[in-house]
């Protein structure tokens, strides 16, 4: 954006915008807040230029390790039982599981390699680029990897204040067998908001579509970025081993 467009958009004059660019003029509260919504920043990065500008933070960061506000707690709760037989988890920005169905950690535990790879917080990223984890299960490796990949650095160029992204980026690069131009994001690839993917091991396969939830006009820097996955079979053979697994 322009100065010009941010100045309309933000209802902040130009001139002030470029003498706060240039460090002539410290800005407000309010002018950071109407630049933030102007630019479109995640709550995160909000508060990183409210600190930036020496004043203190707007939105709170909720430790969801220790306690999910009551509201959300049951909201979720009720969604990930709903979607039983079928899997559902809940994920943080670095993609680690956070909560999840037991279908989850049922199909989980069926399509892993070494279970014991997992560790005490699995990550959905590394179970899929992990050879030890669910990688040599998945059909179409190479399109799932190189799709959620980039979702993932595309991801890292916007939110630049988050340091976890690129480490966890570097993490799967680094893990055996994953191509070395894989580190520059395939930008040609389509942003799409829902997912295929195959899955075999021995006799059993399952295919699911997979789409994702965010809350919306969350007020907390952590809940803006949880989102919620559902898994959803493609077909009958999918349906039954979810019932299977279940019984």
Known sequence: ??????????????????????????????????????????LRDV???????????EFRESELDVKWP???????TRMLAQQEPYPMIVLNLRHDVLRGNQAAFRLLGHFVEDPQALGARPNLLHAIFDPRLMRSSITD?????????????REALARPADGSIPALIAELCNLPGVPEHWREPALDLPATPTLEFEAARGADRVRFLTT??????????????????SFFPVDEQTEALCRKLAS
């Open 70 to 76: 009551d509201a959300i707690e049951r909201a979720v």
């Open 1 to 42: 954006m322009s100065q010009l467009d941010l100045s309309l958009a933000a209802g902040v004059s130009a001139r002030h915008i470029s003498f706060v660019e240039t460090g002539r003029a410290q800005p407000s509260r309010e002018v950071i807040l109407r630049l933030s919504g102007a630019l479109g920043l995640n």
């Open 141 to 153: 490796w190479p399109r799932l990897a190189r799709t959620m990949l980039t979702r993932l650095q």
């Open 212 to 229: 994702l939830t965010v809350f919306n006009s969350a007020l907390d820097v952590t809940l803006e970025e949880v989102q919620l996955e």
């Open 47 to 57: 508060n990183a230029l409210l600190h930036a500008a020496g004043l203190p933070r």
